[in-house]
């Protein structure tokens, strides 16, 4: 795919790394001033931001399953994590609970992002189309990375992880992670991390450094949901990297957060086509012409 154009913005001189690695001490900014290059928050702000975030996805779905935990073993001995993963009504209701960790992410998100409806949403951040990079271009580098992943999970072979546990939970289970993955997911994603972090990086240390930064900090969150599959970290590292790249060239979040929902969105359909993929892997199952085929979906198993 050809290299989109880079679009620069130009930052009032009233800033400097110092005062951009606090998110507290920043100069005043008209609202007319505010871009994706030159944001109303500081680094500072945007780290409390992500480790918020972070702290929300361990506590919310922990809290959320609490009432069932009270109810349900009351009198019993305290389970243990293979009788909680061998009981669908706990994955379901913990799986349900990141979906208010994502909602308060993204309350959290506007707060900061605007402080709290001063600033423009949708300018600070850059949810717009570049010159250049726009729907098709976005949908077409979305599917190449998916079919990379495909190829790279084939290659290392595809261990079976912590997340594909939840996923063979239930069905229910398999489904509400499937509908996490496109409604909220990607959206909170790139808000805090194409969003939030890169906007603040790229001012103190610069956008190159950023991009190394803000890949890092994304993949390396997910090394430890997908620690016994190697194939799966390098997938989602390749992501990270391409969707940070993005936003260094077009100075926008828009293009990442349609790229995550598409890659997202092409799994998520997966997960809910599962048991008719899986018959018709059967089905073919005897046939030696259909051998590429059958590897590429068995990696998906």
């Known amino acids: 795919m050809s290299t989109p154009p880079e679009t620069t913005y130009s930052a009032p001189p009233i800033y400097s790394s110092a005062t951009a690695a606090s998110g507290s001490d920043l100069p005043a900014i008209p609202p007319s001033s505010a871009t994706p290059e030159n944001p109303p928050w500081g680094v500072t ?14 506590l919310a779905p922990n809290v959320f399953v609490l009432p069932y935990l009270l109810s349900h073993y009351r009198g019993l001995p305290a389970p243990t994590e293979q009788v909680l993963l061998a009981d669908k009504t706990f994955v379901l209701l913990f799986v349900i609970g990141w979906l208010p960790a994502h909602l308060l992410t993204l309350l959290l998100i506007w707060a900061v992002a605007t402080k709290r409806g001063k600033f423009s949403f949708k300018k600070v951040l850059g949810f717009s189309w570049p ?29 079976p992880t912590d997340l594909d546990r939840l996923l063979t939970s239930s069905r229910a289970a398999a489904l509400m992670l499937a509908l996490i993955a496109v409604a909220t997911a990607p959206l909170v994603e790139e808000l805090t991390y194409r969003g939030l972090l890169y906007s603040a990086l790229q001012r103190a240390i610069g956008p190159w450094f950023a991009v190394v930064v803000v890949s890092s900090m994304f993949a390396g969150l997910h090394v430890w949901q997908y620690r016994q599959n190697l194939g799966a970290i390098t ?18 979040l828009l293009p990442c957060f349609v790229v ?12 809910v086509l599962e ?12 046939h ?14």
């Open 45 to 58: 702000a945007a780290i409390l931001t992500w480790l918020t975030s972070i702290a929300l996805l361990f």
């Open 131 to 159: 010159p250049g990079f726009g729907v098709w271009k976005s949908v077409g580098l979305a599917i190449s990375l998916f079919l990379a992943a495909m190829f790279i999970t084939a290659w290392f072979g595809a261990q």
């Open 235 to 252: 997938s989602i590292t390749l992501l990270s990297v391409v969707l940070t790249v993005i936003r260094a060239r077009t100075g926008r």
């Open 260 to 271: 995550h929902l598409v890659f997202n969105g092409v799994q998520s359909l997966i997960i």
């Open 275 to 286: 048991p008719y993929l899986r018959a018709l892997f059967e089905h073919w199952r005897p």
């Open 288 to 301: 030696p012409t259909t051998g590429v085929l059958i590897y590429l979906l068995r990696s998906l198993y």
